[in-house]
């Protein structure tokens, strides 16, 4: 039926959905909370990533300048710069003229959370068949929409199979 997926099937007969369909909307302050939580998530991914990167920049390369964070992240400079700003602004990085950018203790116990979120992530993916490169990238989005309590049934799923 057509009203049923939105779609009109290209013959007279009648084409079983590819998925189901929903058969009710949930209340509206359970559906405000869900797309709130989705915003949130949107707006900390941002910092997440740049934390991250300046964690792995520190580690590997003994420094994290802006410009190398901006072509990593492929961003222009100045945007780089702004999200910077934000990380001083939030207590997670400082930074020095002509010396690049630095995680504080809160910056690195944020890198150091994502990064574990991350690898969960992926390792779920890859024990569920994804392979290596989809897995890294789709982790990229996933890890920071996940919720704690999915994120432990993850891990506790990967545990149960080893």
Same mark, same amino acid.
């Given at each position: 039926m057509a009203g049923e997926t939105g779609r009109r099937p290209a013959t007279s007969e009648f084409v079983e959905p590819t998925f189901p369909v929903m058969a009710k909307l949930p209340a509206e302050g359970t559906q405000a909370r869900r797309f709130s939580k989705a915003r949130s998530a949107q707006s900390t991914a941002l910092l997440e990533d740049y934390a991250e990167l300046i964690a792995d920049l520190l580690a590997g390369e003994g420094e994290a300048r802006p410009t190398d964070i901006a072509r990593r992240l492929g961003v222009s400079h100045a945007t780089a710069i702004k999200t910077i700003a934000r990380l001083k602004r939030a207590g997670l990085a400082t930074a020095r003229p002509y010396r690049g950018v630095f995680l504080t203790e809160k910056g690195h116990a944020l890198?150091? !959370?994502?990064?574990?979120?991350? !690898?969960?992530?992926?390792? $779920? $993916? !890859?024990? /569920?068949?994804?392979?290596? &490169? %989809?897995? @890294?990238?789709?982790? @990229?989005? /996933? &890890?920071?929409?996940? %919720? &704690?309590?999915t994120l432990k049934a993850f891990a506790q799923f990967l545990k149960s199979r080893s």
């Open positions: 890198a150091d !959370r994502v990064r574990m979120r991350h !690898r969960v992530v992926v390792d $779920l $993916l !890859r024990a /569920i068949g994804v392979p290596t &490169e %989809s897995a @890294e990238s789709d982790a @990229e989005g /996933i &890890e920071h929409h996940v %919720s &704690e309590v």
